[in-house]
């Protein structure tokens, strides 16, 4: 057997620096061919290490995915870290390591020293561990005294546009755009990037074309959903051409089970965010509002219908994938949680008219 130098074991780079070792498991081409390092052709010189800060929202996540195009483009030999409360939606293929937000994750990060830092959220958490993570250049967003600033010119118009109503309302950047813009970078139309997904065991066997509803919209913005009548109203219209498949989470199951009960639409139940995907991957359109399931559907370039009502409409982009239908109202992109007694109905998503709808999948599974 062969004598080891316990100083250098099989002659390990003394720097440490390869891209492929972090010194606790086999490295990728040791498993695939059992090389070891002294003499390693495939040895790659790391030339920098960059932290992603983009905890929430679940959608924001993926949606910020884009930025790795260009990353990786510019930095092919640059190890890429990503901390959020989303683990599970970023594309680990790509990104180096993936942390789940957890004072583990945290206090390893504490630790290290980066080359570039983007900080993509404007929360106080996100803003304070971009402050105290050591990195050479450093871009998105920081705090000072409990207020949240921008490190940098780049991202004052993201930020102007979050505290001023009236520049929101009429800013025209998309949020990838304005992603990109943060990070002192155009963006060329870069796609999403989904993570890895399994499909989940579920017969979705149908001669007709499979329409997705996804019914939930989380707890800050319930303006954003249509009412369960309503559901029920489009379910049947739609179910004379199309197959329908009820799409939500934990918080949607028991409006999914009566939706269902009360209309041939299928409702399989709750599923993992992978598996969720995969659902989705299923169906060949998806009418969301804006939230977690529209941005799988942009990523699987699925057919959408987007029903907006709060947010401005050009904040999304949907690849040439479908079209945004919104209630006829002069008080559109309010930003609203809740409806009130200044809104002029108490539903306005409910103003969308079915057969706006019905026009609209037509014209894109013609």
């Not at 803003?127 to 990195?135: H, K, R």
């Not at 050479?136 to 004052?156: H, R, S, W």
């Not at 993992?272 to 370039?301: K, N, Q, W, Y």
């Not at 994938?321 to 919104?326: D, H, S, T």
Request: some cysteine; hydrophobic content about 40%; aromatic content about 12%.
């Amino acid at each position: 057997m062969k004598k080891l130098n316990l100083k250098n074991p099989f002659n390990i780079h003394p720097q440490i620096d390869c891209f492929y070792f972090d010194g606790y498991k086999p490295c990728l081409p040791h498993k695939q061919y059992g090389i070891h390092c002294d003499g390693c052709k495939f040895y790659k010189k790391l030339v920098k290490n960059i932290l992603i800060v983009k905890l929430q929202a679940a959608g924001e996540v993926i949606r910020s995915t884009p930025i790795l195009h260009r990353l990786k483009r510019l930095y092919p030999d640059a190890r890429i870290y990503w901390i959020t409360k989303y683990p599970d939606l970023v594309p680990e293929d790509i990104v180096y390591k993936v942390f789940n937000w957890d004072l583990s994750a945290i206090l390893f990060l504490m630790e290290q020293k980066f080359d570039l830092l983007l900080n993509l959220d404007k929360d106080i958490e996100a803003c304070s561990l971009a402050n105290i993570v050591c990195s050479k250049i450093k871009k998105g967003f920081t705090q000072k005294n409990g207020v949240i600033l921008p490190f940098d010119k780049d991202a004052e118009r993201k930020w102007l546009t979050g505290i001023f109503d009236d520049l929101m309302k009429v800013h025209s950047q998309n949020y990838i755009e304005e992603i990109y813009a943060i990070c002192g970078f155009k963006w060329n139309k870069e796609k999403y990037i989904l993570p890895g997904y399994t499909l989940p065991d579920v017969k979705m066997l149908s001669n007709k074309k499979i329409i997705g509803i996804n019914t939930g919209v989380g707890k800050k913005w319930v303006t954003r959903k249509l009412s369960e009548g309503r559901l029920i109203t489009l379910i049947h219209k739609l179910e004379k051409k199309y197959r329908v498949v009820l799409l939500g989470g934990i918080e949607e199951d028991i409006i999914n089970k009566k939706i269902s009960s009360a209309t041939n639409a299928v409702y399989y139940g709750i599923f993992p965010l992978r598996s969720f995907i995969g659902l989705v991957s299923m169906c060949d359109l998806i009418i969301t509002p804006v939230t977690l399931a529209l941005h799988i559907a942009i990523g699987l370039e699925k057919k959408i219908i987007l029903l907006n009502n709060i947010f401005p409409s050009n904040e999304f982009y949907l690849y040439g994938l479908g079209e945004i239908l919104e209630p006829k109202v002069a008080c559109k992109y309010c930003y609203k949680n809740d409806f009130d007694n200044k809104c002029s109905s108490y539903n306005c998503m409910d103003k969308i008219a079915d057969q706006d709808i019905l026009n609209s999948i037509n014209r894109l599974l013609s």
